[in-house]
């Protein structure tokens, strides 16, 4: 590893689009803020009203647009606003997860949790494991990237080619 | 045992002979010679002595069950190979089709399309759901499918690598999207601007992102039957994600889509103690 790739690293700081349900894993993060709980400010908080409402094909644009993780946060299985919401979600979540996994974007950037809404401690700690995760495998290169270059450069390459 | 082609033909067309004779079914839907090129081509008959232009041979790839959607208000009869019968299971709990408009001559013991790299992987070789049978049922011991994948073997990286490579070649002309019997949507995701999923132009990262979408929707409902890789105009191997979300499926909720037209679609059913392998704890 060469200095400027170490310097890379020690300054990339990710950013992670995080969905989070409006009846719990909103309010943990609400209960984190206001407990004065400190987290990295890396996530990108999008409320939802279930975690049943995440379409999977949200997640795939996040990843398109050029986010470098994904963290969804929904109530724990059993507690759901709407009963059973977050039950077809976790099968989506798991098939989704395998799907993009299988296509070559790792593991790590691709983040699924159940948060409560009293569970404001934990919930910082969820936001440092991603982080520490995303961070683990660097910046993200986009579905046409290969290693060793910036997002945006390699789409401007290819814009003109194929 | 191998089924002969010839027989296959010969009882399809009685079938389909007796059945508009009888006048059970406004129209029967099968495979034909292509007029002047003899290339094999869907076929639709309405009449009993149009019956001898059938056929059925090793060239008979098109998913004949997506034109059952077009005839949904009329009867209909229709050739199914396995996978055919499978997708018409899918439309049924689905409830997109009426079973008692359809009568379906189901092929026993398929003995596979030529050039269809699924049909190696094919678990059923004999029709789901059927009313009239041609051919000598195949036993389901006999069967030995491939499950295994290269794929699998590889890292993050070279799969990433391997995919890139593929879907460089993706021209966006729809054609797995048109063949593949579950993309029956009035509008895809892809003609959609409100909200906007993916962009329409062959960029690497587009193409890449349209197929990713294209797997996810048919998560659970991808019977694995190889017709989008036939369509493919540039051989791409657009089969291998939604044929991985098959394994998946298999291994993790023991689901296999269209066996059954009672079954439910695996996302819209669930299990309290479905297993979240991956979720952070």
């Known amino acids: 590893m060469n200095q400027a790739d170490t310097k890379q690293i020690d300054t990339f700081e990710p950013k992670i689009l995080a969905f989070l349900c409006n009846w719990c894993s909103y309010a943990a993060a609400d209960l984190a803020g206001s407990s004065r709980i400190q987290y990295p400010p890396n996530i990108r908080v999008i409320r939802v009203p279930c ?15 050029g986010a470098d993780g994904v963290l969804v946060s929904g109530c724990h299985p059993g507690d759901c606003h709407y009963t059973d919401g977050n039950m077809y979600a976790r099968r989506r979540f798991v098939m989704l997860k395998e799907l993009l996994t299988f296509a070559g974007v790792e593991e790590e950037r691709v983040n699924f949790t159940w948060c409560s809404a009293s569970e404001g401690k934990r919930f910082a700690g969820i936001v440092r494991e991603v982080v520490d995760r995303v961070k683990k495998v660097g910046p993200w290169k986009g579905f046409a990237g290969p290693a060793g270059q910036g997002f945006l450069e390699r789409e401007g390459e290819l814009a003109g080619g194929k | ?200 132009s062959v960029k690497l990262k587009d193409n890449f992102t349209f197929h990713l979408m294209r797997s996810m929707h048919m998560a659970g409902r991808c019977i694995n039957c190889g017709a989008c890789e036939m369509a493919c105009p540039e051989g791409i191997d657009v089969r291998a994600l939604p044929a991985k979300l098959t394994r998946v499926a298999r291994e993790l909720y023991n689901y296999e889509a269209g066996m059954d037209p009672e079954q439910k679609t695996l996302l819209t059913d669930y299990d309290v103690n479905d297993p979240q392998p991956g979720f952070l704890d």
């Open chain 1, 51 to 65: 975690s049943g409402r995440i379409d999977p094909l949200l997640i795939i644009k996040a990843f398109n647009s």
């Open chain 2, 1 to 200: 045992m191998e089924n002969n082609y010839k027989k296959l033909t010969e009882e399809i067309r009685g079938f389909a002979f007796e059945l508009l004779k009888d006048g059970k079914v406004d129209r029967v839907i099968g495979y034909g010679k292509e007029e002047y090129s003899g290339e094999v081509t869907p076929l639709f008959i309405t009449a009993p002595d149009e019956s001898n232009r059938l056929i059925f041979n090793s060239e008979c790839s098109m998913l004949l069950a997506k034109y059952l959607l077009n005839y949904r208000e009329s009867r209909v009869a229709i050739v199914a190979k396995p996978c055919d019968t499978r997708a018409i299971a899918s439309y049924l709990a689905e409830n997109l089709l009426k079973r008692e408009n359809l009568v379906i001559i189901g092929i026993n013991g398929c003995p596979g399309i030529t050039g269809n790299t699924a049909c190696i992987e094919c678990t059923v070789r004999n029709p789901v759901i059927f009313d009239f049978t041609a051919g000598e049922a195949i036993d389901k011991a006999e069967l030995s499918p491939r499950v295994a994948n290269e794929l699998e073997e590889m890292t993050a990286a070279e799969r990433l690598a391997y995919f890139q490579e593929e879907f460089s070649r993706c021209i966006r002309c729809y054609a797995c999207r048109e063949a593949c019997y579950v993309c029956y949507c009035e509008e895809c995701f892809t003609d959609s601007n409100q909200p906007f999923w993916v962009g329409g």
